[in-house]
């Protein structure tokens, strides 16, 4: 029997310490209230949001349409505390362990609960978060049902609404291989079976999105993998889904997530211009947009915001997983963001294309293995949320102050006349650039005047 199975669909071995939190009206975080928006806090009141207030008006929207801020259920409920040199730590009291059904709904009620608490209207999950894996793709998906009929109820209770949903296609060993890069055909059939489940769902429950990850679409030797085979297959894969999503009518947006390694050496979808470029290959790049991690971003060797700014220039930024890293440690440690200065400037791109929507900004992060108390996992997303608040605020003044703005424009004003506007039109060839240079000279040098913008930037800080 796999030990993915649950061992009941309407019970499990749980004592009474987790049966307790089977009533319709048992408390998960008992103490903890609404948590509540209080400017004058001091240091220590971390339970309360000193920068995001969801009605307050920026640039005539409010913080809650700006920010659209969501929890995912994998770290926060599903999340151990373990790590490659360490057992699990994050006992939490509602779930017994078990792969069961009904430890499945214990974990969902307490995540609705913290939703409502924490003021989130959004939430996203893979499907094998919320629900066990069965011996067959029948009885998983059998389970999933079971599972998204308590989902959709506690959605309409609460007015929670699912950001994005997405497939866990890189856990099981069946995609150790990789899952639409898979050599074995068998495998890329299993997966999109399971995808195709999982677009369903996702229209089922509302999603406005739906990501793809690929978690095993990469290589780890050149020497046993043909690369032109693989990433054909993918966009094949892609092709697909996206059939099938018009099929069924789901009318949420595509996203791709990049990522430069983890868990393999190299992956396909490496950075946001990769996969730009993957999509544009394949003629994909009208059905997808992208979902920037910015921990990823990092890991790729770029800076906090390259990925943002990269994708939105190319109108493909669609929403974005708001964690952090330790850039010194070199690989994905989901950290929950607080650096104000790498919130500003991702609210800046947020700004600059007019807002984020249908995507969001999701903690896509966990609270580190030290972190035991329940009251842990409502600071870390309040300090996240407060962060990105304040980022909001901060690039809302460099918009309206236009010092900023003004002075990158001016550093470009050279292609609004002249021999500039012809080579911004199409106009000018090489012909032309040769005769103009011949009559011109030597161009002078101008300075970049980098510190003088990091300056102008910190004063808005």
Not at 47 to 72: A, D, H, I
Not at 195 to 201: D, F, M, N, T
Request: aromatic share 12%.
């Amino acid at each position: 029997m796999s030990s993915f199975a649950p061992t009941s669909s309407d019970s499990g071995s749980a004592g009474a310490q987790y049966e307790k939190y089977d009533a319709p009206d048992a408390e998960f975080f008992p103490g903890i209230g609404k948590i509540e928006f209080k400017p004058d806090g001091g240091p220590a009141d971390t339970l309360v949001y000193k920068q995001y207030n969801p009605s307050e008006t920026v640039q005539g929207r409010t913080m809650e349409e700006w920010l659209r801020f969501s929890v995912c259920f994998w770290h926060t409920f599903r999340g151990t505390g373990a790590d490659p040199f360490g057992f699990p730590t994050l006992n939490r009291p509602w779930d017994d362990g078990s792969n069961t059904i009904a430890n499945a709904k214990r974990r969902l009620r307490a995540g609705f609960e913290f939703f409502s608490k924490l003021g989130v209207k959004y939430w996203t999950f893979h499907d094998r978060d919320i629900a066990p894996e069965g011996n067959t793709l029948e009885e998983s998906n059998k389970y999933l049902d079971e599972i998204v009929d308590l989902a959709e109820e506690l959605q309409k209770k609460t007015g929670v609404k699912l950001l994005w949903a997405t497939c866990n296609l890189f856990a099981h060993p069946r995609y150790m291989n990789g899952a639409s890069t898979n050599p074995d055909a068998h495998v890329f059939a299993y997966a999109a079976a399971q995808v195709k489940k999982g677009l369903e769902v996702a229209k089922r429950l509302g999603a406005e999105n739906f990501v793809f990850w690929g978690g095993r679409e990469g290589y780890h030797s050149i020497l046993n993998t043909n690369v032109k085979a693989e990433v054909t297959h993918m966009a094949k894969f892609f092709r697909m889904a996206s059939d099938y999503k018009k099929k069924i009518g789901f009318t949420g947006t595509f996203l791709i997530e990049p990522k430069p390694k983890e868990p393999t050496k190299h992956q396909y979808d490496y950075d946001a211009m990769t996969v730009i470029g993957f999509l544009k290959s394949f003629d994909l790049d009208k059905e997808f947009k992208l979902n920037i991690e910015p921990n990823h971003t990092t890991l790729a060797g770029h800076s906090y915001e390259h990925d943002c700014v990269v994708a939105s220039a190319m109108g493909m930024l669609g929403s974005i997983d708001s964690n952090t890293g330790s850039p010194d440690l070199g690989w994905d440690t989901d950290q929950f963001p607080m650096d104000y200065k790498n919130t500003s400037l991702v609210m800046k791109v947020v700004l600059d294309q007019g807002g984020i929507q249908p995507g969001g900004l999701n903690f896509d992060c966990k609270v580190r293995r030290e972190s035991t108390e329940l009251r842990d996992m409502f600071i870390a997303h309040i300090g996240a949320m407060d962060a990105f608040a304040r980022g909001l605020k901060i690039a809302a003044r460099v918009a309206s102050d236009g010092t900023i703005p003004k002075a990158v424009q001016d550093r470009y004003s050279s292609y609004s006349t002249g021999i500039g506007a012809r080579i911004e039109s199409g106009e000018a060839n090489f012909e032309e650039l040769e005769k103009y240079i011949i009559e011109n000279g030597e161009p002078q040098r101008v300075s970049g005047e980098q510190e003088h913008y990091e300056s102008m930037l910190n004063y808005f800080m």
